[in-house]
């Protein structure tokens, strides 16, 4: 008896400890940052959690980009989906497509009265995330640019000048060759994310399509357009110039970063995101500079595309929560915190006022690598062929392009019959995917 | 007057197999259900938008020639597997059950690869033999020999291969080593006794009486390959290079989550699973009768 009344008071008592917890509007946010980016992301938290006592935002990691999607693709699909989902720029077009399972953003925040200016953003960066109508449907968080990195040291040891990086893909050719010659024999150059630098990035900043429908962004019935003259011929140079290791394989992601940063490529084309990495781990003078472009190509260099993610917020939850999303989504957007986001993870500071004021505060001129992305994204006023690209099915489609492109490197394939399998293989896969949207 | 306990009424037997039943349509028969019907649909990544299309995910399917090739890449990765973690761990088993110094440790030390999660094993093997970083491709680069996995798809096959073999071999080593061991003493003595040497001894009286332990094995290797091998790939290779380690598994993961084709993922692993009680009903079937209880 004394037992059965003592639990029910413990009980009872314990509640009530927790009430005024409860009465916190908690809000779940799925990511995939890590190391110094996952501090980022849990300060963010805190110090939201820390300006008011209504919401409390709760991170939590979720893995790699592609698990953290599938996590969340999981949890809409058993009713327990996160508020804020962080969906790599690969995934847009699915979760765009996928209208009943999110709220876009540009409602959540006029629903809830925050101020929201999609004007406010670097046009690059809202186009990728907007419909064709201007409304933006997801908030751009983490972006990131390709850029070419080199090692300065290297250009010294085989008498190229460390100061005039090469502009062009001749140039860049031709350097290889003479690192090479000078003792760089595994490696002269080389790419990470082979399709993203090599199709994607390569596309746009040459202004060529890479898919029909401005790539993708003005309707799912889009086709594949990257087995033209240009990409053949990028391609058939690789192969070749791979013979004898003047261009070196390094596989579809970004696995393959630690062969410039050990010293073995001395020119590098990846994410501008690696900016952390090469400051740490590089044992050399080193520098960054835009992607290679082929001169006779007419336009280049255009502009670049995003890499990163955005949060998504997912649908079907009760509008108080929404209240508490577009608050912390406002807080989010102040120009100083925005700024210092920029300067802490190396990624692109994604509104205009963050960037002025980064730029008048004199950061580039001791950091100038991390303006070489900005100044990429921004080169000249997006064309049909580069205002970004949004096809669905991405995630898997660029494992059938890179499977291609290993088909053609290891000398299977020649360039022209891999990128017609990788054209007519991903048409299948977009084919397939507006078949499941459509309706 | 006799006196003997009978359980009438049918309820009681059921309630006592209860659990096991529960058990088994909970985890195998209601998840295959599932896929067989999932099979049938044509749905959107997030289950917003469902069509029942009865075949067409299986047209499609057998009409694909990469799931072809993902078959023949499942052929030839399993019967390399199976073979040498077979004949691997056989070896060591009959090693190991001799007479020699420190025999303890030398079984233990062998039974710690199957502690190893697949992921890691996958892992461990990369970093060996990763081109630029590992030691052991160092060492074989060194040699003149161009060790290249991330495009080459023999050595990429070879690679996963070694991983998946190493991961299996404890497991094999201990029925094995048991098997060895319940074999009476009196029958080898005896073949010792009429001349035999050690290795006749070994083809005519202790292999097969180890045929038993051999077959269950081999059935249990098979399903290994087909099902487990899966963190292998997805660490070391990713299936690739141009689909070169692209298995059966790996192909129904790859499309399924990276795809978001669950339709078409479920096909596959309906088809999968055909396969798999096809070869273990036709093992059971036809070598069984060669096996000696």
């Known amino acids: 008896m004394f037992n059965r009344r003592f639990v029910l008071a413990a009980t009872a008592a314990a509640m009530m400890a927790a009430t005024p917890a409860a009465a916190q509007v908690e809000i779940q946010w799925w990511h995939a940052m890590t190391g110094v980016n996952n501090d980022v992301v849990n300060k963010l938290a805190q110090d939201f959690n820390a300006t008011q006592t209504e919401y409390r935002v709760v991170p939590v990691y979720k893995g790699s980009y592609p698990d953290t999607m599938n996590a969340g ?27 009943g399972a999110i709220k876009p953003v540009f409602q959540l925040m006029a629903e809830a009265n925050e101020p929201f200016d999609p004007k406010a953003y670097l046009p690059a960066v809202a186009g990728y995330y907007s419909t064709s109508r ?4 997801s908030f751009p968080f983490n972006s990131s640019s390709a850029v070419m990195w080199y090692n300065k040291d290297a250009f010294r040891r085989a008498g190229l000048n460390p100061d005039v990086p090469p502009k062009t893909w001749p140039e860049v050719f031709e350097a290889a060759k003479k690192l090479r010659a000078a003792g760089f024999d595994k490696c002269g150059f080389s790419s990470a994310w082979i399709t993203w630098l090599n199709l994607e990035q390569f596309s746009l900043w040459h202004n060529v399509p890479l898919a029909s429908r401005a790539n993708g962004i003005d309707g799912f019935d889009t086709e594949l357009r990257f087995n033209s003259a240009l990409h053949v011929r ?16 390094s596989g579809r992601t970004n696995t393959g970063e630690g062969r410039f940063t050990s010293g073995e490529c001395p020119i590098f084309l990846t994410s501008s995101g690696f900016y952390g990495n090469v400051k740490a781990n590089a044992k050399f003078d080193w520098a960054n500079a835009p992607m290679p472009y082929y001169p006779d190509a007419a336009g280049a260099p255009q502009n670049s595309t995003l890499g990163g993610a955005s ?28 700024a210092r986001l920029h300067t802490d993870s190396g990624y692109l500071p994604i509104t205009l006022a963050a960037y002025e004021q980064v730029k008048a505060s004199g950061f580039y001129r001791e950091n100038p690598y991390l303006e070489t992305p900005i100044l990429q994204l ?58 499941t949207v459509s309706r | 007057m006799e006196k003997r306990v009978v359980f009438d009424g049918k309820i009681l037997p059921y309630a006592l197999l209860m659990p096991q039943l529960l058990i088994t349509i909970i985890f195998f028969y209601w ?66 059950d001799k007479q020699i110094k420190g025999a303890s440790g030398y079984k233990t030390f062998l039974m710690w690869p199957y502690a190893v999660a697949p992921a890691i094993a996958g892992v461990l093997w990369l970093f060996m033999f990763q081109p630029s970083l590992g030691l052991v491709a160092q060492a074989i680069r060194a040699l003149g020999f161009d060790w290249n996995p991330q495009l080459n798809a ?33 029958v080898i003595e005896a073949a010792a006794i009429d001349g035999a040497r050690p290795v006749r001894r070994f083809w005519t009286v202790i292999f097969p009486l180890l045929s038993p332990t051999t077959f269950f094995l081999l059935v ?74």
């Open chain 1, 73 to 99: 693709i999981a949890a809409f699909r058993a009713g327990n989906a996160p508020h804020i989902l962080q969906v790599f720029e690969v995934g847009t077009a699915t979760m765009m497509a996928a209208r």
């Open chain 2, 31 to 96: 998840p295959a259900a599932q896929a067989v019907w999932q099979s049938f649909l044509i749905q959107d990544a997030f289950g917003l938008s469902t069509e029942f299309v009865w075949l067409e995910n299986y047209a499609v399917l057998f009409a694909n020639p990469d799931y072809y090739r993902s078959m023949l890449t499942t052929l030839v990765f399993s019967t390399l597997v199976t073979v040498f973690s077979l004949s691997l761990s056989l070896l060591l088993a009959v090693q190991a």
């Open chain 1, 311 to 338: 949060l998504w917020v997912m649908g079907g939850k009760p509008a108080a929560e929404y209240r508490g999303v577009a608050k912390f989504f406002a807080f989010l957007s102040q120009t100083d915190r925005q």
């Open chain 2, 220 to 293: 249990v290797n098979i399903v290994y390959v087909f099902f487990d091998t899966f963190g292998i790939i997805d660490s070391v290779t990713g299936g690739g290079p141009a689909q070169g380690t692209t298995t059966l598994v790996y192909k129904v993961f790859s499309d399924g989550r990276l795809g978001g084709d669950l339709g078409g993922s479920a096909a596959q692993s309906v088809v999968l699973m055909v396969l798999v009680i096809g070869l273990t009903a036709i093992q059971f079937r036809y070598i069984e009768r060669k096996v000696q209880y």
């Open chain 1, 134 to 137: 201007g409304e933006m449907l």
């Open chain 2, 154 to 186: 023999n050595h990429a096959m070879a690679l996963v291969v070694m991983a998946a073999t190493w991961k299996q071999i404890s497991y094999n080593f201990l029925f094995f080593l048991a098997g060895l061991q319940s074999i009476p003493k009196s």
């Open chain 1, 234 to 249: 990028h391609l058939q140079n690789l192969i070749e110039l791979q013979r004898d290791n003047t261009f070196s394989y």
């Open chain 1, 378 to 435: 921004n080169n000249k006023p997006p064309t049909e062929n580069s205002r970004g690209l949004r096809l669905g099915n991405m995630v898997q489609m660029r494992d059938v392009w890179a499977e291609e492109i290993e088909a053609a490197l290891a000398g299977q394939k020649s360039a022209q019959a891999a990128l017609d399998a990788a054209v007519s293989r991903g048409n299948t896969m977009l084919r397939q995917f507006e078949r």
